[in-house]
């Protein structure tokens, strides 16, 4: 992830507990694990062993203010365990950046508590695959208000999308879901952060939805994930118009849906 500005890196993705007392965690009503990841005194890592076992997610709790920088990283011999990372306030809708990694460093948008969430991926999960791990999340740095506003008001607008709290919507968009697949016409919701740094959702006529990002006019990504398969992403953008393939997906998206006009 070196080298991704700071508003890439935070632009939003893209999930009442039991008690566990042995194991100090807690199972919400969703089947999510949770688990307080605790930092020794002076440290700024922690580092954790665990396993996972099918279907099973596993979610770590810690606070760190905005500006910070995160440093996850998880290993294991099963290829297909991975994590998200979610910003505070978020039930869902992780950075974008964050998604689907084995491996992840950026600056934080806000201050709050922090999800690490990790989970095998889809084939895996459906297997019933059982898979150990070693999880350390790093933080390093003093609180930045200038890093924390940037990447707050990216991250603050990904959020909105992730609840339909839209800026602007529309009815159609050319869209494509698979190679070869004629252009249909797709809905879409922006919630904007200004400079043409936004987050798109198209939802296709299936009902399924394709977040994408955009950062300072320029399209930056998309929530894919291992169980999309391909998880390319390329944009071009000719005089007005972007032209987006994510994945498999291909998208045809007027400029001001992303500034507004």
Request: glycine fraction near 12%; hydrophobic fraction near 40%.
């Amino acid at each position: 992830m070196k080298g991704l500005s700071v508003v890439r890196r935070l632009a939003l993705a893209l999930l009442p507990a039991l008690s566990l007392a042995a194991a100090g965690a807690s199972l919400a009503a969703d089947g999510i694990e949770t688990r307080p990841l605790q930092f020794a005194k002076g440290a700024s890592s922690a580092t954790v062993k665990g396993t996972i076992h099918g279907r099973q997610t596993i979610d770590y709790k810690l606070r760190a203010r905005a500006g910070q920088t995160m440093t996850v990283t998880v290993k294991s011999t099963n290829p297909g365990l991975a994590f998200n990372v979610l910003p505070p306030g978020s039930q869902d809708v992780a950075i974008p950046d964050a998604i689907a990694q084995q491996s992840w460093t950026g600056a934080l948008p806000a201050d709050g508590e922090y999800t690490v969430r990790t989970y095998l991926d889809r084939a895996g999960a459906r297997r019933g695959e059982k898979s150990s791990y070693t999880l350390t999340v790093a933080i390093d740095g003093r609180a930045s208000g200038s890093a924390g506003n940037q990447g707050g008001n990216a991250a603050a607008a990904t959020q909105r999308a992730g609840e339909g709290k839209f800026d602007a919507t529309g009815p159609a968009m050319p869209c494509a879901r698979a190679k070869g697949q004629p252009m249909a016409q797709c809905s879409w919701g922006v919630a904007r952060a200004g400079g043409g740094t936004a987050t798109v959702v198209v939802t296709h006529p299936d009902g399924r939805k394709r977040f994408i990002f955009f950062e300072k006019g320029k399209a930056v990504g998309a929530d894919l994930s291992q169980a999309d398969g391909n998880m390319t992403f390329r944009a071009t953008k000719e005089a007005d118009l972007y032209r987006i393939q994510a994945g498999d997906e291909r998208y045809e998206m007027p400029e001001a849906v992303v500034f507004g006009g």
